[in-house]
Structures are given as structure tokens and as C-alpha cells.
């Protein structure tokens, strides 16, 4: 008699899991006194790929610190900070400073746009240094701020702009290198009620293009924008619905 063997079992594949694009993991950043002084404390937050999450809280509970750790222009005291599943703390300065043009866009309240650059020079500067090539630099900047609905004002000095438009001169020179996230630090904070909700409008039309954002605000309007919340309160998350 002939045994047959069994046939094999198929194994099925797994699903590989996704990286989130930031996450911190039991970050305290502590800043030496007398007496020491902890900005955060034990904060483990995850940001997935094309999420939409706000950060808010009252002044002093960490915001601007979770900023600054977020965009590599700080380190935690304690903790882990990984960007693109990268832990940044094996980086030097250099690669740092690297990772942060390349991966990250900044928009703020101040608008940071140099006075006597024209639009279109202002969102160029960043291409400079991120490794863009020369080809893509200016057809990148065009696009963006058509994107944003300034395309009929690249030869404008800003001084000349309203600030709802120079706001969107700073969206887009942080969009145009493409980044992984974009981090907005009270993007609204200097703008009339209608201009913010216009701003807000375009981050969600960002948004919905794929990309990540992550806006620190104390306006519960414009936190609840996002998709998702995360409160701060004395250093540590406080409702991460």
C-alpha cells in the first residue's frame, strides 16, 4: 500500500506592521534648577502615517518642550524619540540636522519668512539645504504655492502679503520639500477668526493628500480640527482620545 504524504499546510502571511512616523516613548525632558525643572514627564504618544493630530494644553504644560523634541531641535533627558521608526538618539548633530530638513516641515505662528526675499525666493531657501535637486527646486516651489493659492503673488515681498497670506507662503515653503510630518506651532495664533478657519481649511486638504500633521494650539477650535487630540497637562498626556 501506498501512503500518500499530507499535502503541506499553507502558513499565512503575515501583515507587517506599520512604522508609525513619530513616536515617543516614555520621554521626560528635565531642565537642571535649583530646582529642577521637568517640562515632560513619562509622555509615550504614537503618530501613524497621514494622521491629523492636535496637541493643546494650558501655557507651561509642555507644549512648546514636545515641539522642540519633535522637530529634532531638542533631546529628551530620558526616553526614546523615533522618527520613521529611526531612533533619532544614535544620530549626531549633523545627521540630525539632516533628518530634520529632509523629513520635517515647520510652520509658526511668527511666520519666519525673510522680508526682502520674494515669496517664491522664501520657499526656495529650504531646498537649498535639504539636498533637492537644483532641477526640482523651482518647479517644487511653483507647485506649492499654487497649491495654496498664491501662485499669481511669487514676486511679492511679504511685507506686501495680508497675514493669512503669508502664512500660507510659510505652509508652503514647509510642504515643498515633501516632508514626512509637518509640525504647526499655533499656525493661527496671529490671524482673524475667518483667516484661521481658511488656514485650518488647507491643513485639511493637506491632510487629506496623505500627509502627517501635528499642530500644537491652545484654541479647542482649532485642536478639534484635527482627527485626533492629545492633551497635555503639568508634563504629562492627559487625554489622548
Known amino acids: 500500500m501506498t501512503?500518500?504524504?499530507a499535502a503541506p499546510v499553507a502558513t499565512p502571511e503575515r501583515e507587517p506592521v506599520a512604522v508609525p512616523a513619530i513616536e515617543l516613548r516614555d520621554v521626560t525632558r528635565s531642565f537642571p534648577g535649583p530646582p529642577e525643572v521637568q517640562a515632560l514627564k513619562g509622555v509615550s504618544i504614537a503618530v501613524g502615517e497621514g494622521d491629523y493630530v492636535s496637541i493643546t494644553g494650558p501655557s507651561g504644560s509642555g507644549k512648546s518642550t514636545m515641539l522642540n523634541i519633535l522637530g529634532l531641535l531638542?533631546?529628551?533627558?530620558?526616553?526614546?524619540?523615533?522618527l520613521g521608526g529611526v531612533l533619532t538618539s544614535s544620530l549626531g548633530e549633523d545627521d540630525r540636522a539632516a533628518v530634520r530638513a529632509r523629513q520635517l516641515g515647520f510652520v509658526f505662528q511668527a511666520f519666519h519668512l525673510m522680508s526682502r526675499r520674494s515669496v517664491l525666493e522664501n520657499v526656495l531657501l529650504p531646498m537649498l539645504y535639504n539636498g533637492t535637486p537644483r532641477a526640482e527646486r523651482e518647479p517644487r516651489a511653483?507647485?506649492?504655492?499654487?497649491?495654496?493659492?498664491?501662485?499669481?503673488?511669487?514676486?511679492?515681498?511679504?511685507g506686501t502679503l495680508s497675514g493669512g497670506e503669508r502664512q500660507r507662503v510659510a505652509v508652503a515653503r514647509?510642504?515643498?520639500s515633501r516632508p514626512r510630518?509637518?509640525?504647526?506651532?499655533?499656525p493661527t495664533?496671529?490671524?482673524d477668526q475667518?483667516?484661521?478657519a481658511e488656514i485650518m481649511d488647507l491643513f485639511e486638504e493637506l491632510h487629506a493628500d496623505g500627509l502627517t500633521l501635528v499642530v500644537i494650539t491652545h484654541d479647542g477650535a482649532v485642536a478639534r480640527r484635527a482627527s485626533r487630540q492629545v492633551r497635555l497637562t503639568d508634563g504629562r498626556v492627559s487625554d489622548a482620545g
Open 3 to 5: 501512503v500518500q504524504s
Open 74 to 82: 531638542d533631546r529628551p533627558t530620558v526616553g526614546e524619540y523615533r
Open 142 to 158: 511653483r507647485e506649492a504655492l499654487q497649491r495654496v493659492g498664491l501662485g499669481h503673488r511669487i514676486d511679492f515681498l511679504p
Open 174 to 176: 514647509a510642504v515643498a
Open 181 to 186: 510630518v509637518l509640525l504647526a506651532d499655533e
Open 189 to 191: 495664533g496671529n490671524l
Open 194 to 196: 475667518a483667516t484661521s
